[in-house]
């Protein structure tokens, strides 16, 4: 595919990594290819509303992004009314969504990959109007993630510290209403994730019938904590007991909390909830992966 101008977006603080080597062999790839670099450093500040003006006066035919899941959901909702694809350089600390796209490890392969031909046509989620693209939950990896924000230590490491002390301090089980297919039912969860596709960044794969393109999404009530069934999760094994995890695939719901509840939309803390409305925008995200 030709394109004359090339946009990276690029997160400086995601996963604790220096990202001069990604722009660097970006850059040398697009050059390659004889189109033009831009970069944009994302601020945490209307980023959103800065790369939409940019691409409002530019010839961008592909938008490369280089961070976390919370930098893809960031473009992923940038650029979802420009019909543009999107080629992803997993950089965060945990990198969920390229996990589940089965990007590489390598820079060179990434980079080869985000500027190629393949794509997936990637379902979008809305909850309460915010997008979702991988992952998001009701209740205690909320609590934990609300704790890693508010601490100092980053990556994988600012989570471990934290998850003895999310799980002590935790009011789980959480009481809920599922409304789904015409049915409204309770349930008590530790954890309620709302899911478009199989693993968490851990790489437990909590939703095996999930496909991120397929115009469902799947609700997940984690009924207890077992240790023995993360376990299974981890090693890909897709028997969990019902006791432990029940899933319910759908195209539309609403969730309502008893009491307001810890809410993460992918990997970003949003606050405590009480009602999550769920849906799948009618427009799809173009996303660039292996063959
Ligand atoms: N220049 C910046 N300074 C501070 N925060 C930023 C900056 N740019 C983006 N952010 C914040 O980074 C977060 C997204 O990080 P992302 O999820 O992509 O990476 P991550 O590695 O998962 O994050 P973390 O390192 O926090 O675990 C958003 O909350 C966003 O507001």
Redesign the pocket.
């Known amino acids: 595919m030709n394109f004359k101008e090339v946009l990276l977006i690029v ?6 990594i220096d990202k001069q080597r990604i722009i660097n062999k970006v850059k040398e790839e697009v050059q390659r290819r004889n189109a033009d670099f831009h970069l944009y ?4 500040e209307n ?1 959103i509303e800065k790369i939409r003006k940019f691409l409002d006066v530019h010839e961008i035919g592909r938008v490369l992004v280089a ?8 473009v992923a909702e940038t650029i979802r009314k420009y019909d543009l694809p999107m080629g992803i350089i997993p ?5 969920g969504l390229a996990l589940n796209l089965e990007l590489p490890d390598e820079l060179n392969q990434q980079v080869k990959i985000a500027m190629g031909d393949n794509f997936i046509n990637y379902d979008i989620l809305s909850l309460n109007d915010t997008i979702c693209l991988h992952m998001s939950d009701l209740g205690i990896n909320a609590e934990l993630i609300k704790n ?2 508010n601490s100092n230590f ?2 994988k490491l ?1 989570y471990l510290i934290q998850s003895i002390p999310t799980l002590i301090k935790s009011g789980y089980p959480f009481e809920f209403e599922i409304q789904s297919k015409g049915e409204d039912r309770e349930a008590q969860a530790a954890l309620l994730g709302i899911a478009n596709a199989n693993k968490y960044g851990t790489g437990a794969n909590v939703n095996p019938i999930g496909r991120p393109d397929d115009g469902l999404f799947e609700i997940l009530i984690f009924k207890r904590i077992s240790l023995g069934e993360v376990l299974k999760t981890l090693r890909n094994e897709t028997n969990l007991d019902p006791e432990f995890l029940e899933i319910i695939q759908t195209k539309s719901a609403k969730v309502i909390c008893k009491k307001p509840v810890s809410f993460q939309i ?3 803390y949003i606050g405590e909830e009480t009602e999550i409305k769920i849906s799948i925008l009618p427009e799809k995200l173009k996303i660039a992966v292996p063959a």
């Open positions: 997160n400086p603080i995601s996963g604790d450093r994302t601020t945490g980023d961070g976390g899941d919370g930098t893809i959901n960031l950089a965060g600390s945990a990198n890693y924000e980053r990556g600012g992918d990997g970003e």
